[in-house]
């Protein structure tokens, strides 16, 4: 199954990402002292085969969204 995924910059799409690609994922504090991996939508993986060939980090900036384009 392939997704599709919009990089934008002030609401300007700048880059899409076309393939098996999901969010990666990124450790969070929980409690003090409990750790739990969640979703980064500023972290993208795309894989095949179970395998991941590519990472993209995305800029934390406020102004910097990434969108899963749906249809």
Do not use: W
């Not at 880059?15 to 409990?34: C, D, E, M, N, W």
């Not at 991996?37 to 500023?42: G, Q, T």
């Not at 894989?47 to 995305?58: D, G, K, P």
């Amino acid at each position: 199954m392939s997704d599709t995924f919009s990089i934008r910059v002030d609401g300007c799409e700048i880059a899409r990402i076309t393939g098996s690609v999901s969010f990666g994922k990124r450790l969070a504090l929980r409690y003090p002292h409990q750790q739990v991996l969640v979703d980064d939508p500023k972290m993208l993986r795309v894989t095949h085969n179970e395998r991941v060939i590519a990472s993209f980090y995305v800029s934390s900036s406020d102004n910097i969204t990434v969108e899963k384009v749906e249809g």
